[in-house]
Nanobody, 119 residues
């Protein structure tokens, strides 16, 4: 059983910054990929940024150069530093982690945190 707790969302103006955090706890010691997704009403959930257990990162084109994903494997935490926020970044942001157990892959979602960027 894995639980994810997200924090850091809020309301900001365009050009400002926010930092999202995701803390994983439970019976898993080592996670594989950790990622941030976002979703707006009527649209599918999309990946924003992903970081592998080895620290390799990938970003959606829309956030490259503005967002930075990082993780602390010792603490099972992940952060998303979001700079120069734009109104189109407004969404519910979800963290997702996956892991392997007995050669099967599992994943867990956080509850989501609202990010609202006003123009």
């Amino acid at each position: 059983q894995v639980q994810l707790v997200e924090s850091g969302g809020g309301l900001v103006q365009a050009g400002e910054s926010l930092r999202l955090s995701c803390v994983a706890s439970g019976s898993v010691d080592t996670f594989n990929d950790m990622a941030w997704y976002r979703q707006t009403p009527g649209k599918e959930r999309e990946v924003v940024a992903l970081i592998t257990s080895g620290g390799t990162t990938t970003y959606a084109d829309s956030v490259k150069g503005r967002f930075t994903i990082s993780r602390d494997n010792a603490k099972n935490t992940m952060t998303l530093q979001m700079n120069n926020l734009k109104p189109e970044d407004t969404a519910v942001y979800y963290c997702n982690v996956d892991w392997y157990w007995l050669s099967l892959k599992y994943d867990q979602w956080g509850q989501g945190t609202q990010v609202t960027v006003s123009s």
